[in-house]
């Protein structure tokens, strides 16, 4: 028995392995320096300038996300200011999300697969994709929103195999984030709605039972309520600083506010994608394919189909909510809305990967059930047949293949450490090494 304990960690510790390897890949690719035409404006600069100095982001200004970059922020500058200098530690914090999105990536193939290796080589294949890479090394909030959308389809499947108060509070909770923080991620809301009270249970549709329920109603009314409270925080740091508000006249801190959350940017260029020379571009949706390799994008969308009719329904669902608001606002902020929906086609993958898998699963001696939720049964170990091998071997193979063609094509375009045109920041170095001789610690070649 001991001797079986002591076997099994190689295994265990193969999620903690993972991360800890992406941890490093993304630490030495850190961007770390500002060309100087970032220093003019910019979503990253302005994310920068907001969890610095406290103040409202774009708008509506992600409160929840800039909140808690002002923290980290002074946390990283007390922990790691001796060796980072300050763009290293505020990238730093996309880094944080990049990481955690990741952790529950594999927590879902996991439950795809049943088996830790393949879900770890398609975590680290999606952990090298040019864009989640790219945001995860430089400061922007897209790493929080695939977390957020990753941990909701995470509740909710944990919820469809055994249906618990607590989780679903988490998906209101987390819903509620959504709310404070990148509002699009909310696309998948609808289908969730639609998972959650079309399930029957022996007493009827979930949506009867729950609607007998008003106690539990009222508290996931309230846990979702409660991330809008960081509002406030935009209100007040707009009404004590008139400056940060951007161009434009207000009678009132409120009517600012108002009209700061109502997000004016970008409305003329809802309706212009709408066409059908638009339908299918070199931008949208064949950057995905593009990005995911066709054999995944396709794989994935097919893939879908084998997570199970209910689970199928809630994500190709979210997909074409997402393709219906990429298309309608091609020439708007639409890439923001694909970052989300890269996972997606990453867990249909798994799921049709798994199809082929069959039989066994040689770690736990689990029957493979499709991926049905959870419905599993034990069976006896025993040896697979060769072809179940065979086919094993090849999908391991396929991955490691897919996981080097990313990393190699996409080190040297994701890489932001140390870029050449990166010296917007050294005319401030060479002011501060005037007057602080251990400025140089804080230099961008770190």
Known sequence: MQLAKMSSLPRRWVGLLLLLAIL??????????????????????????????????????????????????????????????????????????????????????????????????????????????????????????????????????????????????????????????????????????????????????????????????????????????????????????????????????????????????????????????????????????YELTWLVFIGGLIGLAYLGRRRAIFLYSTLVIYFIFCWTYRFGNWFQVIIPAYPIFIIGFAAGLQKLFGGRDRESGIRDQGARGGDQETGKSGRWPSFIIHHSSFIILLLVVLLAYRLATNLPRANQHNLPADTGLDPGWTILADFAPDAGHHRRQL
């Open 24 to 289: 490093a890949l993304y630490w030495v690719t850190l961007d770390n320096g500002l060309r100087p035409d970032e220093l003019t404006g910019g979503d990253l600069i302005t994310h920068q300038y907001a969890q610095v100095e406290a103040r409202p982001s774009n708008a509506p200004g992600y409160p929840l996300y800039t909140i808690g970059g002002w923290l980290w922020f002074r946390l990283g500058r007390l922990l790691f200011g001796w060796f980072l200098n300050p763009i290293q530690i505020l990238s730093a914090y996309s880094m944080l999300w990049g990481l955690a999105s990741l952790a529950v990536l594999y927590q879902i193939l996991r439950g795809i697969f049943q088996r830790r290796l393949p879900a770890a080589l398609l975590t680290a294949f999606h952990a090298t994709t040019f864009f989640f890479w790219y945001y995860s090394v430089t400061t922007e909030q897209y790493t929080s929103a695939v977390f957020q959308t990753l941990l909701l389809i995470w509740l909710a499947f944990e919820w469809e195999t055994s249906p618990r108060d607590g989780l679903l509070l988490g998906m209101a909770f987390v819903s509620g984030t959504m709310l404070a923080n990148m509002v699009t991620t909310l696309f998948i809301l609808p289908p969730l709605l639609w998972f959650i009270f079309s399930r029957r249970s022996s007493h009827g549709p979930m949506l009867i039972v729950y609607l007998k329920r008003p106690r539990l109603i009222l508290q996931a009314i309230v846990v979702t309520a409660l991330p809008l409270l960081s509002y406030l925080y935009i209100y007040i740091r707009g009404a004590q600083h008139p400056e940060w508000r951007g161009q434009g006249e207000w009678p009132t801190a409120w009517a600012w506010f108002v009209d700061f959350l109502t997000i004016q940017q970008g409305r003329d260029e809802l309706t212009p994608g709408l066409g059908w020379q638009n339908f299918f571009t070199a931008e949208f949706p064949a950057l995905m394919g």
